[in-house]
């Protein structure tokens, strides 16, 4: 059985290039915006729309939506982001159904529960380093006050979807194989941590399984 790698991530803790860099070392697909892409394929809604409204809810509702939910019934829901979520979650399992990968985002986690073999990641960093790197990277980000309701904002959108469709907490470690400070280690050395833990996970679940 192959292992999917899922990161979330708090906003500007570098884990989308965390993502690519050690799908890139790993010789696997990495996955983000081919998610939006194939969910607009299924849906029929623009990749753009999606894009910008795919984690936005006003408060948070404790309701966890069954994995069963989408099952090629995206059309069956008549809240328009229910819709973008259920796209967006058979694109993740059909990705996931080819093999090994990582995928990024999207309560990839949650959606794969119970049905591939996941090593489920979290990326976080302190609030310095992430206002530092939005303002490198980002070019709407010019300033550290601006930098910082980016992210607040980023992670209330990130922290509200999660609990919503979920009904766990984002971020809170139980959830997750690894949660990685990029701050501590570095992006590099966050690459290496994960690639030599993916290993390790592959090799003890295939022992477990050939020892049943």
């Not at 966890?64 to 796209?87: C, H, K, M, V």
């Not at 990024?104 to 790197?133: M, P, Q, W």
């Not at 570095?186 to 290993?199: F, I, M, N, T």
Request: hydrophobic share 35%; glycine share 8%; aromatic share 10%.
């Amino acid at each position: 059985m192959n292992t999917v790698i899922t990161i979330s991530r708090q906003f500007g803790s570098g884990g989308r290039l965390i993502g690519k860099m050690l799908a890139r070392k790993l010789g696997i697909p990495f996955y983000d915006k081919e998610i939006i892409e194939q969910a607009s394929e299924k849906s029929g809604l623009a990749q753009e729309f999606i894009k910008e409204n795919e984690q936005k809810r006003k408060g948070i509702s404790s309701y966890a939506i069954p994995t069963s939910a989408w099952g090629g019934a995206w059309s069956n829901f008549d809240n328009l982001e229910a819709r973008i979520y259920a796209s967006e979650a058979e694109a993740i399992e059909k990705f996931a159904k080819q093999g090994p990968c990582v995928i990024v985002g999207r309560c990839a986690d949650y959606v794969l529960k119970g049905k591939y073999r996941c090593l489920n990641v979290f990326i976080h960093s302190d609030t310095e380093s992430r206002i530092k790197r939005i303002i490198e990277v980002y070019g709407d980000a010019k300033d550290k006050k601006k930098a910082q309701k980016i992210i607040k904002d980023a992670d209330k959108s990130r922290a509200r979807h999660y609990k919503y469709y979920t009904d766990a907490e984002w971020g809170g470690a139980s959830n997750y194989h690894l949660c990685v400070n990029s701050a501590a280690f570095g992006v590099d050395r966050c690459v290496e941590l994960l690639a030599e833990s993916y290993a390790k996970f592959d090799a003890e679940q295939d022992g477990s399984q050939n020892g049943k």
